[in-house]
Each structure stands twice: as structure tokens, then as C-alpha cells.
């Protein structure tokens, strides 16, 4: 093939799937190909896009592995990125995707989109999700914490998420009891208007491979609930509305 490779077709498809995710395994990759071919003829197809030098692959595991684009591969996206993952974030990045895949299941949820490193408010979300609740739509900024940030860091992002235009609600999503607890204690010392603006949740088996909503805690307006009670669509007063 010539050195002016230009993706296309089945390609072009592989691209625009890995840039909507940012990470992809390649089984998840062949669930959500548009082309019928066959496993094996995927994994050529993945190898030659690695040769021209527009993804990258990864192992994770033994035999499990993942894809993500490169600065040149992102240019043939329409995906809002501005340059490759790390990969120390792969991990990370991997987390954010199963969520926003896992929740975009739910009928309520809609319109999941991945971010990379663009600010939005003077922030960074990981991911953009809407929420369709009582005929009305929010949209939700995704934070998945891994790792405890400092107090004030934390504090500023609440505060920024209540001022915000572009979100009605920052939700940070931790693996982490002890990181929610601290992340409920900061939230509690601010006022009411920035924690109408904030959602907590737990989900201590959450990993790159496994989210489940119905096992999550949630933190709201100084309250622990469920996540079906949160987010259900009859309004109460520590429900989202």
C-alpha cells in the first residue's frame, strides 16, 4: 500500500469507532464494527492501521488487546481531540468508556460523548452524558476518579460545575469508599447552590471491564440514595430535577 495511506471503508470505520471511545479492546471493537468480516480479517485490518502509524495497540492482561488513536490518526476523525492518550491513562480512559457504555444502555441516559483533554468552564470531563428525566434533558459532566485530588482542587471543580453553562451537573463516579467519603465531606462544607450541582457515586467493583449501576451508593444534597431513586423519573426532593 502506498505510503500516502488514506483510511477508508472499513478503515475509516475502525477509526471513527476508536476516537468516539478514545480506547477500544478488539472484541468490543468487532461487536461494534459496520462491516461483516470476520474477526481474523479485523485484526489484519487493526495491523495495517498500525503500520501507516494511525493507532496504537496495547496488551492488557495476557491476550486482551486495546487500540487507540494516534495524533496522526486523529486526524482523520471528527472527534474533539487534541492529541494521543498517554499510556499511563489507558487504564483510566478504559473506565470511562465501559460507564458511558454501560449507562448509555439505561433508556434515560442518551448522547454519551468522550472528551480529551478540552477544557470546558475552565474544566476537564471525562465525559459528556444527557439524562431525559420528566420530558426535560441534562447534561451531565462525567468525572471518573481513580486517584484523591487535593482539597481545594476538588472544591474548585464543584464550584465551577455550579456556575458552569455548558452542565447541570458534575458527577463523580470513584471505585474508592474512602475518596467518597472525603469527596462528600468537601462537598458538605460548601453551599447549598454547589451541591445542588453535585453527584457522588460509588461502584467498588467498577473496573475497565465491569460497571453496574445497581450496585453503586450515591451521594446527593447531603443524602445517600440509590441510583434508581436518583435518577428515576417521578420527582422528589433528593432526586435529580
Excluded at 460507564?99 to 475552565?122: A, C, R, S, W, Y
Excluded at 454547589?194 to 447531603?222: D, H, R, S, W
Aim: hydrophobic share 35%; charged share 25%; with cysteine.
Amino acid at each position: 500500500m502506498s505510503i500516502n495511506f488514506i483510511p477508508q471503508g472499513v478503515y475509516e470505520d475502525i477509526i471513527n469507532i476508536v476516537g468516539q471511545w478514545k480506547v477500544v479492546d478488539m472484541k468490543s471493537l468487532s461487536d461494534m464494527c459496520n462491516y461483516e468480516i470476520g474477526y481474523h480479517n479485523l485484526l489484519k485490518k487493526v495491523r495495517t492501521l498500525e503500520t501507516h502509524g494511525l493507532i496504537k495497540g496495547v496488551l492488557l492482561g495476557r491476550k486482551n488487546k486495546h487500540i487507540y488513536l494516534t495524533n496522526k490518526g486523529l486526524q482523520y476523525t471528527g472527534y474533539d481531540y487534541t492529541y494521543e492518550i498517554c499510556d499511563e491513562n489507558i487504564t483510566h480512559d478504559l473506565i470511562v468508556s465501559r460507564v458511558i457504555q454501560v449507562l448509555l444502555e439505561h433508556k434515560n441516559f442518551v448522547d454519551g460523548k468522550l472528551f480529551h483533554q478540552l477544557p470546558i468552564d475552565m474544566i476537564y470531563p471525562d465525559a459528556k452524558l444527557s439524562l431525559v428525566k420528566n420530558t426535560e434533558c441534562f447534561d451531565l459532566a462525567i468525572e471518573v476518579e481513580l486517584t484523591q485530588k487535593a482539597q481545594n482542587r476538588i472544591k474548585e471543580k464543584y464550584r465551577r460545575y455550579s456556575v458552569g453553562k455548558n452542565f447541570d451537573y458534575g458527577v463523580f463516579i470513584t471505585n474508592k469508599e474512602r475518596l467518597f467519603k472525603t469527596y462528600a465531606r468537601y462537598l458538605l462544607e460548601m453551599k447549598e447552590s454547589v451541591q445542588e450541582a453535585i453527584i457522588l457515586i460509588l461502584e467498588k467493583q467498577m473496573t475497565a471491564t465491569k460497571f453496574n449501576p445497581q450496585k453503586t451508593e450515591c451521594f446527593y444534597l447531603g443524602n445517600s440514595t440509590t441510583f434508581n431513586d436518583l435518577f428515576k423519573s417521578n420527582r422528589s426532593q433528593n432526586t435529580v430535577k
